[in-house]
C-alpha cells in the first residue's frame, strides 16, 4: 500500500505544479509575417491629446484665415469639429454597479469605475483610467479620419449620453452611450451615416492596472481573450509571454483580470480583428493589450461594453460563453466546479454565513460524499497489512529467484484471498478530479475577495503572518500560515499512514520519498490562496477524524479471519489478475529464450 500512497501523493504534486506553471497555450501565428502584429502596435497608447491643445494654443486666434487653413488640412470636412474655444466637457453615467465618465474631446470613456468592490489598498476599484486606455473609431471617406483629436458636443438624458461632431455637409458624426440600471453593460453605438464612408475600424487599447495584492498571481491570470461564436469556442492569446494573432468572425473580445473584466461585445460580430499582447514589468500594471477590430457596417459600430466582476453566475447571464473568462478547469475539473462546487458553493453563501465558515462546510459535505471510497480504500490497507506477514514469507522464498516467479506467487495469494493489491489506491485516484477541481476553483472565486477568516485578511490571496526581510526561492518572501497548517497536518497523515500500512521492504527508501511531497507543497502554495490552503487543511483534518473512526470499527483480527476463510474458497481470478499473469509468463518465456541464445 505504500507504493499506492506514493503514486497518489506523486500524482498530485505532479498536477498540481502543472497547474501552477503551465496551461496549453493556443496556436500562435507569431512568426508568420503576414499575420505578424508589430509589438508596438500595442504601444501606441494614445498621449495626443496634450499635443492636439498644443497645436490649438499655438495658433493665433486672430489669424482666423490660418486657423481655418490649418484645420482643413488635417480634419478635412470636420474641420468645424475643432475650434479654437473648445473646451473639454465631462458627462457622468452611473448606476448601482458602475460610475463612468466620459470626455467630449474625442468622445473618450476616460473612467470605469465598478462601484461595489475596492483594489488591495482600499481604493476605488477603477478599470479604465484616462492614463491607462484609450480608443478610437478610423472611417475612410475622402481621407482618414479617427475621433480621438475631434471635440463633440454632448448632451445627457437620464443615463443616456449623445455626443456630435459636426460635418461640413451639415450632418454629424454621432456616439452615443447608454447605460441601463442594475447593469454592468454599456451600450455604445457610433453613427456615420450619410458622411461617405467607405471603411471603418474600432481600436483599443488598455494597460491592466494592479488591483490586488499579489501581483504574481493577478498576471498569471490576465490575458486577452476573445470567443468566436459559430465555432462555440473561447481562447486567449498567451499569458505568460508576449503574443499577436489575427482573427475573423469573433463574438466578444475581453481584456481580462484576475477578478475583473473589460469585455467589448459586438452587435452581430467583428469580421476582421488583430489582437495583441505584451507583459509589463511594473508595479502598477500586468500587460499591455490592444485590439484593432473592422466593422461589418462601415458607417455604424455597435457595441455592448462590460465593465464586469468575473464572477460565475452574472457572466453565465450575459451568455455568449462569457463565464469561460474564469479558469474552472478543463474536461472533467471543468464540469465539476460547474455542475457541483458552484452550485454547494452558492448554495451555502445564501445563508450569509463567513467564508471561512462556507469552506469548513464544503470540506464536511465533500469528504461526506466521498466516505465510501475513503472506507473502501481503508479496508484495503486493512487486507494488506493482515497478509504482511505471508507476503513476506514469499519475498524471502523467492528472494534469490526469478523475480517472476515471486510475482505470480503473490498474485496467487491475492486471488485466493480475495484481495485486490491495487484496492487501496483506486478510490484514492477517484478523488483526484475533485481535489484539481477545488485547486482551480478557490483561487479563481472572486466571492473569497477581502473576505476575511481568523487572521487571513483576504481569503482570495496569501494570509502573510511574517513578512521576510528577503526572498526564498520557490517560496516567496512571507510565511503564510495556512500553508504551515496545510503541510504540517499533511506530514503528520503521511506518519500515521506509514505506521498502519504495510511497508516495503526492497525499497525502504520510498517511505521518505513521501514526506518530500508536502516540502513541495509548502513552497508552491505559499503564494496561493489561503483559502485553498485553509480548505486542503480541514480536509487533512477530516480525514484523521475518518481513519481513526474506520480504525476503531474495523478489526484486523476479523480481517484476516475472513481472509483465511476466503483461502478455503477463492474467489473467481479477475481479468486484471489474469492479464497480470500473463504479462509475467511473457516476460518468462522472453527471458527463457534470451538464456537459451546465449
Known amino acids: 500500500m505504500d507504493l499506492n500512497t506514493i503514486i497518489g501523493f506523486a500524482l498530485i504534486g505532479v498536477i498540481l505544479v502543472w497547474f501552477s506553471y503551465t496551461r496549453p497555450e493556443p496556436e500562435s501565428l507569431g512568426n508568420n509575417p503576414e499575420t505578424e502584429i508589430a509589438a508596438d502596435s500595442v504601444n501606441s497608447m494614445v498621449n495626443s491629446e496634450a499635443e492636439s491643445f498644443e497645436e490649438l494654443e499655438s495658433i493665433d486666434s486672430d489669424d482666423s484665415t490660418l486657423f481655418t487653413q490649418k484645420n482643413i488640412q488635417k480634419y478635412g470636412l470636420f474641420n468645424s469639429a475643432v475650434q479654437i474655444e473648445a473646451k473639454e466637457d465631462l458627462f457622468t453615467l452611473e448606476n448601482s454597479k458602475v460610475r463612468l465618465?466620459?470626455?467630449s474631446y474625442g468622445g473618450q470613456l476616460?473612467?470605469?469605475e465598478v462601484k461595489e468592490?475596492?483594489?488591495?489598498?482600499?481604493?476605488?476599484?477603477?478599470?479604465?483610467?484616462?492614463?491607462n486606455s484609450q480608443w478610437s473609431y478610423e472611417m475612410q471617406a475622402e481621407r482618414l479620419y479617427s475621433t480621438k483629436n475631434l471635440f463633440f458636443v454632448g448632451e445627457k438624458i437620464g443615463n443616456k449620453l449623445s455626443l456630435s461632431a459636426p460635418h461640413s455637409s451639415g450632418k454629424s458624426l454621432k456616439i452615443l452611450y447608454s447605460l441601463e440600471e442594475d447593469s454592468y453593460a454599456l451600450h455604445f453605438e457610433v453613427k456615420a451615416e450619410g458622411l461617405g464612408v467607405t471603411q471603418s475600424g474600432f481600436q483599443w487599447d488598455m494597460d491592466a492596472l494592479r488591483q490586488e495584492l499579489n501581483i504574481e498571481a493577478?498576471?498569471?491570470?490576465t490575458g486577452l481573450y476573445f470567443a468566436n461564436e459559430e465555432k462555440n469556442k473561447v481562447d486567449n492569446l498567451s499569458l505568460t509571454s508576449q503574443d499577436s494573432e489575427l482573427h475573423e468572425d469573433l463574438k466578444w473580445i475581453a481584456f481580462k483580470q484576475q477578478f475583473f473584466s473589460s469585455v467589448l461585445v459586438a452587435k452581430d460580430k467583428f469580421s476582421k480583428v488583430e489582437l495583441a499582447s505584451i507583459p509589463l514589468e511594473s508595479e502598477s500594471s500586468t500587460?499591455?493589450?490592444g485590439a484593432r477590430m473592422s466593422s461589418s457596417d462601415g458607417e455604424n459600430f455597435v457595441v455592448d461594453w462590460y465593465f464586469v466582476p468575473n464572477k460565475y453566475n452574472t457572466l453565465k447571464e450575459y451568455g455568449y460563453n462569457m463565464d469561460e473568462l474564469i479558469p474552472m478547469g478543463w474536461g472533467i475539473f471543468g464540469w465539476i466546479n460547474r455542475g457541483v462546487v458552484v452550485n454547494i458553493f452558492k448554495w451555502l453563501e445564501s445563508y450569509g454565513m463567513n467564508y471561512g465558515i462556507i469552506i469548513l462546510i464544503m470540506a464536511f459535505l465533500i469528504k461526506l460524499v466521498l466516505?465510501?471510497?475513503?472506507?473502501k480504500s481503508y479496508l484495503s490497507m486493512a487486507k494488506m497489512r493482515v497478509l504482511k506477514p505471508e507476503m513476506d514469507e514469499l519475498n524471502e522464498k523467492f528472494k534469490d529467484k526469478d523475480a517472476v516467479k515471486k510475482q505470480q506467487a503473490l498474485m496467487e495469494l491475492y486471488r485466493k484471498a480475495g484481495v485486490n493489491p491495487l484496492g487501496g489506491c483506486v478510490p484514492v485516484l477517484l478523488q483526484f478530479p475533485i481535489l484539481i477541481a477545488l485547486f482551480r476553483f478557490f483561487p479563481s472565486s472572486i466571492e473569497l475577495r477581502q473576505e476575511g477568516f481568523l487572521w487571513a485578511n483576504d481569503l482570495s490571496t496569501y494570509d502573510s503572518i511574517y513578512n521576510l526581510p528577503f526572498t526564498i526561492p520557490f517560496y516567496g518572501d512571507h510565511v503564510s500560515l495556512f500553508t504551515l497548517l496545510m503541510t504540517l497536518s499533511t506530514l503528520l497523515y503521511t506518519y500515521f499512514n506509514n505506521q498502519m500500512t504495510p511497508q516495503n521492504n526492497q525499497f525502504p527508501q520510498l517511505k521518505y520519498m513521501m514526506y518530500l511531497m508536502p516540502v513541495v507543497f509548502l513552497g508552491v502554495f505559499n503564494n496561493y490562496a489561503s483559502g485553498l490552503s485553509y480548505y486542503y487543511f480541514i480536509a487533512n483534518m477530516l480525514t484523521f477524524g475518518q481513519q481513526f473512526g474506520i480504525r476503531y470499527f474495523v478489526n484486523d483480527e476479523a480481517i484476516h479471519a475472513k481472509l483465511q476463510e476466503n483461502k478455503k474458497?477463492?474467489?473467481?481470478?479477475?481479468?486484471f489478475q489474469k492479464r497480470l499473469e500473463e504479462i509475467a509468463q511473457n516476460q518468462q518465456e522472453s527471458a527463457n529464450r534470451k538464456t537459451r541464445r546465449q
Do not use: G
Open 101 to 103: 465618465i466620459i470626455s
Open 110 to 112: 476616460i473612467k470605469a
Open 117 to 131: 468592490y475596492q483594489t488591495y489598498d482600499s481604493l476605488p476599484l477603477e478599470l479604465i483610467k484616462l492614463a
Open 218 to 221: 493577478e498576471n498569471q491570470q
Open 287 to 289: 500587460k499591455r493589450m
Open 371 to 375: 466516505f465510501p471510497l475513503t472506507y
Open 569 to 575: 474458497n477463492p474467489k473467481k481470478q479477475s481479468k
